[in-house]
């Protein structure tokens, strides 16, 4: 791509991080949603939902092309933290009204806070799992689910 034709589609390299770091959030947010359409009320259930949901969004981000690095991107670039925490935000939301279905007794404000720190722990087991191979991934994965299930129902 030239230079003229960069500038036309993007105001500068932010502009390109951004527009791809969305993409991104919107391709990670999808295997939730569709994970969150999909949740059985068993007893026990959800750690086997939660650690298959993280596999998804492993490989979803890895397919992704630079997924890694935008990633990086999102957390370390001042201008693109607003992509990450409205994604993470927006996500929070949607767990939070499905948490809420199955759990009425729960304060909305303490069922937000409880999907969005969950949200958080599978994005740095994501991020974690991309940076490095000296973990062994299915390990973390599934202490990853197990801590998520303590958060929400601990």
């Not at 990670?28 to 086997?48: K, M, R, S």
């Not at 890895?62 to 994604?87: C, D, H, K, N, T």
């Not at 409880?114 to 740095?124: M, P, S």
Request: glycine share 4%.
């Amino acid at each position: 791509m030239t230079a003229s034709a960069f500038y036309r589609y993007f105001g500068d390299k932010h502009a390109m991080l951004a527009a791809l770091g969305r993409n991104l959030m919107n391709a990670q947010n999808a295997v939730l949603e569709t994970a969150l359409a999909d949740v059985a009320e068993l007893p026990g259930a959800l750690v086997d939902q939660t650690r298959a949901l993280l596999w998804r969004t492993l490989k979803v981000t890895e397919a992704f092309e630079g997924g890694y690095a935008l990633m990086v991107s999102l957390r370390a670039i001042p201008a693109l933290r607003s992509i990450r925490l409205e994604s993470h935000s927006h996500v929070a939301r949607i767990m939070a009204e499905r948490y809420l279905e199955a759990n009425p007794h729960i304060p909305r404000d303490e069922a937000y806070d409880r999907c969005r720190l969950a949200n958080e722990i599978g994005y740095a087991c994501v991020e974690m799992l991309l940076e490095t191979d000296e973990c062994d991934r299915a390990r973390v994965v599934d202490r990853t689910a197990k801590a998520i299930d303590a958060v929400l129902f601990g």
